[in-house]
């Protein structure tokens, strides 16, 4: 066993140049990627390992990153582009949505796009509008897209590797405020399906389903609720899209309560699917009506406000007590 213990941010570093060591093909592309190593230094040191032509210093200019992006995917390499904040996304939104989710299907599957966006995204880190926001569901709705968010480090270094490797657009959001959150990561591991969800901690009275940097919440939750006796199991859904709803309605078949926490608006969120599948689905085993735990449907608050908007320990102990009040 190779065990190391990372950083998130360090953990997306390694992935990345073992991605880049093991194919050429690989490519990293972005505003300040390079010289800098990336705002949050995520890819520190690449551009001096292995080069200018392999991490490249873009234009402040999204649309044309993924339309660079698509260009080079056609010619065969495997561009990984980065998106410097959630919010600046917007720009390159239509290159994303009519050209990169489209193209598999309009050439019949002939033409495969490997592109991952890397995307830092959510609050919590006292920064203002466009650099704290949750756009993950308008990506969800986009057929032809996968998109997937990592939790803790080792998931980082592994999903990272497996966006690349595949042959479909991945839309990789890295929650920002986990960056400096350090775990144990086996590099020498196998690991499992990139959008499979998993049960971080098992419990009889209540599911939790979370992902990104609302799954360290989740768990807080449960322990706190354990000191009251009350048992609550965390599902990190690690994709939201596609969804792991198998393993989601497995858990709520156990518990019969169901709590779905992120931290992006509430209103048509990923929770609201979520919610809508599970009742479809277990509409005979729960006990309590699906929940929903997320932020304001407001533009992203002054930092000052932020601990008001986003979705905290309180709130969502608040949708337990309420889900298991029926």
């Known amino acids: ?45 690449l551009q001096k390992d292995f080069g200018e032509e392999r991490v490249i210093d873009t234009p402040l200019a999204e649309s044309g990153i993924i339309g660079t992006a698509i260009g080079l995917a056609l010619r065969g390499y495997r561009p990984v582009a980065e998106i410097q904040f959630d919010g600046f996304v917007f720009p390159a939104y239509d290159q994303i949505v009519t050209q990169l989710a489209k193209m598999h299907a309009r050439a019949l599957g002939k033409v495969k796009l490997p592109i991952v966006i890397r995307i830092p995204y959510g609050g919590g880190i006292g920064a203002v509008e466009h650099h704290s926001e949750s756009p993950e569901a308008l990506f969800a709705h986009v057929a032809g ?148 735990v997320g932020g304001m449907h407001a533009p992203y608050p002054p930092a000052r406000l932020e601990d008001d908007y986003l979705p905290g320990l309180d709130r969502v102990l608040d949708a337990v007590d309420r889900a298991l009040a029926y």
């Open 1 to 45: 066993m190779a065990v190391e213990k990372l950083s998130l941010a360090k953990a997306i570093n390694e992935s990345l140049r073992t991605s880049m060591e093991t194919d050429p093909k690989v490519l990293i592309m972005g505003e300040d990627v390079g010289k800098l190593g990336g705002v949050f230094r995520v890819t520190d040191g």
């Open 145 to 292: 897209l996968k998109v997937v968010s990592p939790s803790n480090a080792a998931d980082a270094y592994w999903m990272m590797q497996q966006a690349i490797e595949s042959d479909d657009p991945v839309i990789y959001f890295e929650p920002k405020r986990r960056y400096w959150d350090k775990s144990e990561v086996d590099t020498a591991a196998i690991p499992g399906p990139l959008h499979a969800a998993r049960v971080v901690r098992p419990g009889t009275d209540l599911t939790l389903a979370g992902y990104g940097p609302m799954v360290k919440v989740c768990v807080e939750a449960a322990d706190a609720a354990a000191e009251e006796g009350k048992s609550l199991e965390v599902v990190d859904l690690r994709s939201m899209s596609p969804i792991d709803f198998d393993t989601v309605q497995q858990s709520v078949e156990k518990t019969r309560r169901l709590v779905v926490v992120h931290e992006a608006p509430v209103f048509l969120g990923t929770g609201s699917e979520i919610a809508a599948r599970i009742t479809e689905r277990c509409f005979y085993h729960l006990e309590a009506p699906v929940l929903r």
